[in-house]
């Protein structure tokens, strides 16, 4: 956390979900245990690319994490297989 308007500015912790309320904010489990809902301004985390794509699309870019990810990928694999 690097905002210091937040009381846990200086600590760190694991991304658990993001989600937008409109803006990104993120679930953080931090290394104490908590779990605490903060907005992605008050982190370090790189900006979401929210402009607009070559095909003309706006809109969020979708954020997974690694083992949402590596789902996914399984998910396509067994498909081709089918």
Do not use: K
Not at 7 to 19: D, E, L, M, P, T
Not at 24 to 32: A, D, E, S, T, Y
Not at 49 to 62: H, I, K, W, Y
């Amino acid at each position: 956390m690097i905002s210091e308007d937040c009381g846990y500015c200086g600590q760190s912790g694991r991304i658990r979900r993001v989600f937008w309320r409109p803006d990104p904010w993120v679930l953080i489990r931090f290394h104490n245990g908590l779990l605490q809902a903060v907005p992605w301004v008050w982190t370090n985390l790189p900006q979401p690319e929210t402009s607009v794509s070559d095909e003309g699309r706006t809109g969020s870019a979708a954020l997974l994490s690694a083992v949402a990810l590596l789902d996914l990928v399984r998910l396509l694999h067994r498909g081709e297989e089918a």
